[in-house]
């Protein structure tokens, strides 16, 4: 695993408040939240650095991230009002941690973004 901050969170090696796990998923809350729900959601096993290097044997890990998402926000009632997820790619994007990553972000209006 990765020896960036997530690697050392997915072998607690550093606190973080976890609110998801699966055999494949973590998910903790994000420590500079945007919204008042601010999870990420990254692939325990593979340290993918970013979703530009991910590649056809990864479309199923990339899925579970999304599916990790979406069963958290209905477990905890966010569903019903909506919520976003991002993914950043690389630093022009905001990406600062190269560990592929999932936010999701609810708990209040966020605004329009695209269609």
Known sequence: MSDTIFGKIIRREIPATIVYEDDDILGFRDIAPQAPVH???IPKHEAIPTLD???PEHAE????LMLAAAEYARREGLAQDGYRVVMNCREHAGQTVF???LHLLAGAPL????A
């Open 61 to 64: 890990l990339f899925g579970r």
């Open 99 to 101: 560990h592929v990553h």
């Open 111 to 114: 605004g329009h973004f695209g």
């Open 39 to 41: 999870v990420l959601f």
């Open 53 to 55: 290097d991910a590649r």
